[in-house]
């Protein structure tokens, strides 16, 4: 869980490098496809469980909330913000995803889980209001675009926290990349007709390489692994960490400013992951 934060982290500030060039709905779509065509190579000649109708319409499903709705509004949203703020607004994942799986009668609710991600989320929101996100429209967008891909990734991990216990994690991660390309198409084919590939220099398409193979490949499988040994929440609360992670990148190469308010949400937040992690 630890190595996808790490992961998640990286992918904010290679991204927000890689759209200086592309097109946000057109990188998300090339990382989709890139994604897919290496994951499915992986599983190729490996031993496979095959699907059966109902798996493979569940399948489909963790598709369009785990990878193109997720995808399309996460580097959208991104590509109006700046990295570390869109970071610690993925700090409502877990709160979401305690929520809905609470509602769906999957996991119970103990005192202690539920202080930490209230103390976690409340680091964020430190330091959602110390940075002033809301202060124009561009930044108002993001927000909101960021916030229903943190809706969709919730749903995501609860629906999907049953079938990954008895399903190969890397073939479901394979096939819902490979149905997300032609999910993600009607989206992305407009920007993808227009954009102007000619003038991509190297440095760009190397940032979307790197996107596939750590943040997109890597992440998503271990993420798809760990759900089999760990609640969803405690999955989800792990995303805690990026925001740190990503503030100190951002400023390295992004040039983003740290401000004091946000080191003091740091340990509120990483409270919180002590807490929820705890049994």
Same mark, same amino acid.
């Given at each position: 869980?630890?190595?996808?934060?790490?992961?998640?982290? &990286?992918?904010?500030?290679?991204?927000?490098?890689?759209?200086?060039?592309?097109?946000?709905?057109?990188?998300?779509?090339?990382?989709?496809?890139?994604?897919?065509?290496? &994951?499915?190579?992986?599983?190729?000649?490996?031993?496979?469980?095959?699907?059966?109708?109902?798996?493979?319409?569940?399948?489909?499903?963790?598709?369009? &909330?785990?990878?193109?709705?997720?995808?399309?509004?996460?580097?959208?949203?991104?590509?109006?913000?700046?990295?570390?703020?869109?970071?610690?607004?993925?700090?409502?994942?877990?709160?979401?995803?305690?929520?809905?799986?609470?509602?769906?009668?999957?996991?119970?609710?103990?005192?202690?889980?539920?202080?930490?991600? *209230?103390?976690?989320?409340?680091?964020?929101?430190l330091v959602v209001g110390g940075e002033g996100i809301f202060g124009s429209m561009r930044a108002l967008i993001g927000a909101a675009l960021i916030t229903g891909n943190c809706l969709a990734y919730a749903l995501y991990l609860v629906i999907?926290?049953?079938?990954?216990?008895?399903?190969?994690?890397?073939?479901?991660?394979?096939?819902?990349?490979?149905?997300?390309?032609?999910?993600?198409?009607?989206?992305?084919? *407009?920007?993808?007709?227009?954009?102007?590939?000619?003038?991509?220099?190297?440095?760009?398409?190397?940032? &979307?390489?790197?996107?596939?193979?750590?943040?997109?490949?890597?992440?998503?499988?271990?993420?798809?692994?760990?759900?089999?040994?760990?609640?969803?929440?405690?999955?989800?609360?792990?995303?805690?960490?990026?925001?740190?992670?990503?503030?100190?990148?951002?400023?390295?190469?992004?040039?983003?400013?740290?401000?004091?308010?946000?080191?003091?949400?740091?340990?509120?937040?990483?409270?919180?992951?002590?807490?929820?992690?705890?049994?």
């Open positions: 869980m630890l190595s996808v934060a790490a992961l998640f982290s &990286l992918n904010y500030i290679i991204s927000k490098l890689g759209m200086r060039a592309f097109n946000p709905l057109v990188f998300a779509y090339m990382r989709v496809l890139g994604a897919a065509i290496v &994951l499915n190579l992986l599983v190729w000649r490996g031993t496979r469980q095959p699907f059966s109708r109902e798996d493979r319409k569940l399948v489909l499903v963790f598709s369009l &909330l785990g990878v193109v709705l997720n995808q399309t509004m996460f580097l959208t949203g991104l590509s109006f913000t700046d990295a570390h703020v869109a970071a610690i607004i993925i700090t409502t994942i877990p709160v979401l995803t305690l929520g809905i799986a609470m509602i769906a009668g999957r996991e119970r609710a103990t005192p202690m889980k539920v202080g930490g991600i *209230v103390l976690a989320g409340a680091g964020a929101l999907s926290k049953p079938a990954m216990a008895r399903l190969s994690p890397r073939l479901t991660t394979a096939r819902m990349f490979g149905y997300a390309t032609a999910l993600m198409l009607p989206i992305a084919a *407009v920007p993808l007709a227009r954009q102007s590939w000619a003038t991509i220099p190297p440095r760009a398409w190397l940032a &979307l390489l790197l996107v596939i193979a750590g943040p997109t490949v890597a992440a998503y499988w271990i993420n798809a692994w760990t759900l089999r040994y760990a609640d969803a929440s405690t999955v989800a609360t792990y995303v805690y960490v990026q925001p740190v992670l990503t503030a100190i990148l951002a400023t390295i190469f992004l040039g983003e400013q740290i401000r004091a308010i946000a080191i003091v949400a740091a340990a509120m937040i990483f409270t919180g992951v002590a807490m929820t992690s705890r049994r």
